[in-house]
């Protein structure tokens, strides 16, 4: 979502006449979009926010400025703690920047930190920084209201609300003519997407499919869906159409239904692994990908060996792991206590990740010896004369250059593999 967010105001700021530079020291204006949803995310950027500061020193000119869900969580106080920040910006106030940078020219300190019920940014077309000009994201839905007891989220970027589809698949389309050959499409929850306009209500799947329609040729990927309420219906839709990813990412967070219960997440393990058979039966060789939680409170050694047991179950193809960090204000903050002691979490997270190197090494040899179909994304950093591009199932390839271009279709069978990497030839 930063990601996407950072485009926007990129876009924003074209219109205003800003240029981006890669040199940090020439640069008249840098804002840091921020991330609340761990504690080590906000502490990074306190320590480059002291980096700026002494970039500032040498040029009192600069005006630094702070965005996203740090500047929501925080609010004026950061201006308290951070005296050389000029502008505190939070994810519903980007349209207001203009505005709120002709107030630091006149000397002024400026903040903006009202959430939106409405605000989706739907008529900003995104400046695509830094990307490769083959994926782009498209975020289609802001917000969340599912409160899972220890995220922040809901609190920084509030109310869930959808985009209008019109500005969804128009953008997917200019993205296609543009050459790009892959969207993602971004929200907390996709599968709470929903636009009624005179009683035509869209849902989710019936806008994968009108951007899946657009042509064969984009792939269409989507994160993140909420195991509560991923619908047959949308794995249906997912199996029907070959340029719609088979890859799904699906958080499990815990794998004790205990544990689950005390996050809020308003499913059980059997759900769950309810949900992960109709993947199964329905998608054939879809990729499983999941987020895992560490250490939640009181998680004792009988609800860590359930994680360790759902991910073995499961066979998950990739996981984002993370210790708990508790976070102020959260449900959890206010109702238990963040008892597991550090370096009990830190042993279970490294049993975690321990385990997932194993399955995604597992399922990598599995994929060995296979023909995939895979978009190339960009040059290898190890040789220019290798590319590296990912298949359906979002697993990363590389193979010889030859005569193929970032933005091409290649038939690669693999060759060998590692726990992160497929390597491959060309297809005869
Ligand atoms: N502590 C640790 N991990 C968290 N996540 C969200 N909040 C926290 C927290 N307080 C993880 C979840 C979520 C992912 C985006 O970040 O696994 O799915
Ligand atoms: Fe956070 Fe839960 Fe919303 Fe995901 S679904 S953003 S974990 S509250």
């Known amino acids: 979502m930063n990601f996407s967010d950072s485009e926007i105001v990129a876009s924003i700021l074209a219109d205003q006449n800003y240029e981006p530079t890669t040199d940090i020291k020439s640069a008249d204006l840098i804002l840091l979009n921020t991330c609340s949803i761990r504690d080590n995310a906000e502490q990074r950027v306190r320590n480059r926010l002291n980096e700026l500061?002494?970039?500032?020193?040498?040029h009192p000119g600069l005006v630094i400025g702070l965005l996203g869900c740090m500047a929501e969580r925080l609010k004026d106080k950061l201006l308290e703690e951070e005296r050389h920040i000029d502008?505190?910006?939070g994810p519903d106030g980007y349209r207001q920047l203009p505005q709120l940078l002709e107030q630091v020219e006149s000397g002024q300190k400026a903040i903006n930190v009202l959430l939106s019920a409405d605000e989706t940014y739907a008529d900003i077309n995104p400046v695509r920084t830094g990307g490769s000009g083959v994926t782009a994201y498209i975020s289609i839905m802001r917000g969340c209201e599912n409160f899972c007891a220890y995220c922040v989220v809901p609190y920084t970027r509030g109310k869930e609300r959808s985009r209008s589809p019109i500005t969804i698949v128009k953008e997917a389309r200019e993205l296609f003519e543009q050459g790009f050959r892959e969207v993602t499409?971004?929200?907390?929850n996709v599968n709470s997407y929903h636009w009624d306009e005179n009683n035509q209500p869209v849902s989710f799947p019936a806008l994968l499919r009108e951007v899946a329609s657009i042509n064969p040729l984009l792939r269409v990927r989507f994160a993140t869906s909420?195991?509560?309420d991923i619908s047959d219906e949308l794995l249906e839709c997912i199996a029907a159409h070959d340029n719609i990813c088979k890859s799904i990412h699906l958080p499990v967070q815990s794998g004790s239904t205990r544990m689950l219960g005390m996050m809020k997440r308003s499913y059980t393990r059997e759900w769950y692994m309810d949900r992960i058979a109709a993947i199964r039966r329905i998608i054939p060789g879809c990729a499983i990908t999941t987020d895992i939680i560490a250490g939640f409170c009181s998680e004792t050694e009988e609800d860590h060996e359930q994680t360790l047991s759902v991910m073995r179950?499961?066979?998950y193809d990739y996981a984002y792991m993370f210790k708990y960090s508790e976070r102020p204000n959260t449900i959890a903050a206010k109702k238990?206590?963040?008892d597991v002691p550090e370096d009990i979490k830190s042993r279970r997270l490294d049993e975690i990740i321990a385990l997932q190197q194993e399955l995604s090494l597992k399922s990598n040899k599995l994929d060995v010896g296979k023909e995939f179909e895979v978009l190339a994304e960009g040059v290898s950093k190890?040789?220019?004369?290798?590319?590296f591009?990912?298949?359906s199932q979002n697993k990363v390839v590389v193979f010889p250059r030859s005569a193929f271009n970032p933005g091409d279709y290649v038939k690669v069978v693999t060759l060998s593999c590692t726990a992160a990497t497929l390597r491959g030839e060309l297809a005869k």
Request: proline share 6%.
């Open 336 to 338: 238990y206590p963040d």
């Open 389 to 391: 591009g990912r298949t």
């Open 313 to 315: 179950e499961v066979g």
């Open 87 to 89: 502008l505190i910006v």
């Open 382 to 387: 190890r040789s220019d004369q290798q590319l």
């Open 185 to 188: 499409l971004l929200g907390q």
């Open 226 to 228: 909420h195991p509560k």
């Open 53 to 58: 500061h002494a970039l500032k020193r040498k």
